[in-house]
């Protein structure tokens, strides 16, 4: 089993700034992937980004956050940061960090692990 535990949501003016940090615990030696998703109210959850601890560290992006979003990761911490800029109002979501332990499609169900969310609220 591998337990996430989000932070580093909030509020934040458009155009502004957010790092949200999602830490694994318990059997994070299985973990091929994290990455994160996210729900705005009335809308189904939806990828965001991923990353590949086992494969180089290979990242993907959904189109809506290229170039705004970057994911990376402290092995050594287990850790997995969502760095946001240029936020915009239609960013604001609940955002869930999750993980997998084999190869997954940007598809929610296919990560056996998640957190409970964070909240992203992004003012216009």
């Known amino acids: 089993q591998v337990q996430l535990v989000e932070s580093g949501g909030g509020l934040v003016q458009s155009g502004g700034s957010l790092r949200l940090s999602c830490a694994a615990s318990?059997?994070?030696?299985?973990?091929?992937?994290l990455g994160w998703f996210r729900q705005a109210p009335g809308k189904d959850r939806e990828f965001v980004a991923v990353?590949?601890?086992?494969?180089?560290?290979?990242?993907g992006y959904a189109d809506a956050v290229k170039g705004r979003f970057t994911i990376s990761g402290d092995s050594a911490k287990n850790t997995v940061y969502l760095e946001m800029n240029n936020l915009k109002p239609e960013d604001t979501a609940l955002y869930y960090c999750?993980?997998?332990?084999?190869?997954?499609?940007?598809?929610?169900?296919?990560?056996?692990?998640r957190g409970q969310g964070t909240q992203v609220t992004v003012s216009s």
């Open positions: 990353l590949s601890w086992r494969s180089g560290g290979s990242t």
């Open positions: 318990g059997r994070t030696d299985t973990t091929y992937a």
């Open positions: 999750v993980a997998t332990s084999s190869p997954a499609r940007p598809i929610y169900v296919e990560y056996e692990y």
